[in-house]
Structures are given as structure tokens and as C-alpha cells.
């Protein structure tokens, strides 16, 4: 009896903490369905709802445009990251070579220090290199981070060493053992890091707002900012530009969801 109680308690309180989730997400969905007039009301019918919010967005502003750049951003960033980040992860955690520990703790001590730190010289260094307002200077300074390095490092160290013995006798190189045995098993921590540089990426305001000039490079963050004139805000407008900006992370999300949490919970074993 006791047993049964708990497990209702137990889904009781998983299902109001989903539904309280959700709330945010269905008051910014109804919003954008609001008339201009209409959008201070806390109760619209729903036979008052229009689509014209979205119509407008996609008419009135290079929308499709910016929705390109971000797409092509953060999958740019997204790849660069994957790569990068896994071949370091691999060669600290399994190759042994002079100043292999400094090197990490090099990493970690780059992941104690803000960004917003580094912000100016990065922004000088692309200055003079002429890179501002360029896809050039929105993705390459960003195509590898500590972070993932590390992620891809503590998933790399959980794996037995002796599939790489095993490996070695049967001939492969230390490049085929990356890419034959260790790769494929790493599915789990690269859909972890996957998800979490498309949405950082994607979500990515304050380095797009200052490397962008021009109205043609703006991402989708950038863009919807520019609905906010200085005394009016368009809720409904923002809402409708919010809800597209979600669908290519719900897309991504359900890919990888498959290995999403075995990836996170297997990259912090040692």
C-alpha cells in the first residue's frame, strides 16, 4: 500500500512539474495567435486567434534571411565543434605525451574564465583582420570550446583500454582505433555535445549583435530584437518569431534524444 502511495506521489509530482514546463511555452504559443489590440487581455477566445502575426514577420522583414544564418551558423560551429573537440578529448584522455596533464588543466583553467573577458580582444582581433560582419568571423573563433573538449576527455577515459590493446594486435593504427572503436562508441557524448553547441549556438545573442553590421547578416536573436522600437514592444510580433526560432531545436532535441542522457551521465566517470 505504502509502495503504491509513493509511486503516485512520485508521478504526481513529475507530471505538475512537466506541466509547469510547459506553461511558458503553450502562454508564448497563445500570444503570438493574439491581435495587437488584444494582446494586454490574459483571456482571448479562441475564435479571435490569427496566424497574421506570422504572416507579417515573414513578410515585413527579411526573416528567411536571418533564419538561413543562423542555420548556417550554428551547424558551421556545430561540425567544427564535434571535430575538434573529439580529436582533443580522444588524444588527452588515451595517448600519452609530454605535457599531456598541463595541456588539461590548461583546458579547465580556460573554462573558468567568462567570455564576456576575452570579449574586446577577440573583437580587435577580428577587426584587423577584417572579419566583421562575415560569416568568417561568426564561426571560426568559435569552433572549438573547453567545455566540449572536456565532455569528449571524461567519455574517452571510461572506455577500456583493452579494446585498444585488442585493436593493436589485430593490426590497426592509432588512427584506425579512433575511428574504428572509439568513435562509434562515442555516440552517446556526441549527441550531448551536439545538442548543447546548436543550442548555444543557435540561442547566441551578444557575439551576433556585435559582429553584425548589416541587416543581411543578422541571426534570428538579432533579428527579433530589431522588433523593439525604443518606447513599443510587439509581444505577439516577438512570440511569433520565438516559436520559429524553437522548431530546429525541437528537430535536433528529437534526433538525439536517443543518446542525450547516456551521454551526459557517462562523461563524468573518472
Same mark, same amino acid.
Given at each position: 500500500?505504502?509502495?503504491?502511495?509513493?509511486?503516485?506521489?512520485?508521478?504526481? @509530482?513529475?507530471?505538475?512539474?512537466?506541466?509547469?514546463?510547459?506553461?511558458?511555452?503553450?502562454?508564448?504559443?497563445?500570444?503570438?495567435?493574439?491581435?495587437?489590440?488584444?494582446?494586454?487581455?490574459?483571456?482571448?477566445?479562441?475564435?479571435?486567434?490569427?496566424?497574421?502575426?506570422?504572416?507579417?514577420?515573414?513578410?515585413?522583414?527579411?526573416?528567411?534571411?536571418?533564419?538561413?544564418?543562423?542555420?548556417?551558423?550554428?551547424?558551421?560551429?556545430?561540425? #567544427?565543434?564535434?571535430?575538434?573537440?573529439?580529436?582533443?578529448?580522444?588524444? =588527452?584522455?588515451?595517448?600519452?605525451?609530454?605535457?599531456?596533464?598541463?595541456?588539461?588543466?590548461?583546458?579547465?583553467?580556460?573554462?573558468?574564465? %567568462?567570455?564576456? @573577458?576575452?570579449?574586446?580582444?577577440?573583437?580587435?582581433? =577580428?577587426?584587423?583582420?577584417?572579419?566583421?560582419?562575415?560569416?568568417?568571423?561568426?564561426?571560426?573563433?568559435?569552433?572549438?570550446?573547453?567545455?566540449?573538449?572536456?565532455?569528449?576527455?571524461?567519455?574517452? =577515459?571510461? $572506455?577500456?583500454?583493452? $579494446?585498444?590493446?585488442?585493436?593493436?594486435?589485430?593490426?590497426?593504427?592509432?588512427?584506425?582505433?579512433?575511428?574504428?572503436?572509439?568513435? %562509434?562508441?562515442?555516440?552517446?557524448?556526441?549527441?550531448?555535445?551536439?545538442?548543447?553547441?546548436?543550442?548555444?549556438?543557435?540561442?547566441?545573442?551578444?557575439?551576433?549583435?556585435? =559582429?553584425?553590421?548589416?541587416?543581411?547578416?543578422?541571426?534570428?536573436?538579432?533579428?527579433?530584437?530589431?522588433?523593439?522600437?525604443?518606447?513599443?514592444?510587439?509581444?505577439? @510580433?516577438?512570440?511569433?518569431?520565438?516559436?520559429?526560432?524553437?522548431?530546429?531545436?525541437?528537430?535536433?532535441?528529437?534526433?538525439?534524444?536517443?543518446?542525450?542522457?547516456? #551521454?551526459?551521465?557517462?562523461?563524468?566517470?573518472?
Amino acid at each position: 500500500m505504502w509502495r503504491r502511495m509513493s509511486r503516485l506521489l512520485f508521478y504526481a @509530482v513529475v507530471i505538475g512539474y512537466a506541466v509547469l514546463t510547459l506553461i511558458p511555452f503553450l502562454w508564448s504559443l497563445y500570444t503570438s495567435l493574439k491581435t495587437t489590440p488584444e494582446i494586454d487581455k490574459l483571456w482571448v477566445p479562441f475564435s479571435h486567434l490569427t496566424i497574421e502575426n506570422y504572416k507579417y514577420i515573414v513578410t515585413q522583414f527579411p526573416f528567411f534571411r536571418w533564419f538561413l544564418n543562423s542555420v548556417l551558423i550554428a551547424v558551421a560551429v556545430t561540425l #567544427g565543434n564535434l571535430l575538434f573537440n573529439t580529436l582533443a578529448g580522444y588524444a =588527452l584522455a588515451r595517448i600519452r605525451f609530454p605535457g599531456r596533464t598541463l595541456l588539461f588543466y590548461v583546458v579547465l583553467a580556460v573554462m573558468m574564465v %567568462p567570455g564576456q @573577458v576575452v570579449m574586446i580582444p577577440v573583437y580587435i582581433m =577580428l577587426a584587423n583582420w577584417g572579419w566583421i560582419n562575415t560569416y568568417w568571423g561568426f564561426t571560426i573563433p568559435f569552433l572549438t570550446s573547453s567545455f566540449g573538449i572536456f565532455l569528449m576527455r571524461q567519455f574517452f =577515459l571510461s $572506455l577500456p583500454r583493452e $579494446l585498444e590493446e585488442a585493436a593493436t594486435i589485430d593490426g590497426l593504427s592509432r588512427w584506425g582505433i579512433f575511428w574504428r572503436i572509439a568513435l %562509434p562508441l562515442a555516440k552517446p557524448a556526441l549527441a550531448a555535445q551536439t545538442i548543447f553547441m546548436f543550442l548555444g549556438n543557435w540561442n547566441s545573442f551578444m557575439w551576433p549583435s556585435l =559582429l553584425a553590421s548589416s541587416d543581411d547578416m543578422y541571426t534570428l536573436p538579432v533579428g527579433l530584437n530589431s522588433f523593439h522600437w525604443q518606447y513599443v514592444a510587439y509581444w505577439n @510580433v516577438d512570440m511569433a518569431g520565438t516559436m520559429f526560432m524553437t522548431i530546429p531545436m525541437i528537430i535536433v532535441f528529437l534526433i538525439f534524444q536517443k543518446w542525450f542522457i547516456k #551521454g551526459i551521465a557517462t562523461t563524468g566517470l573518472k
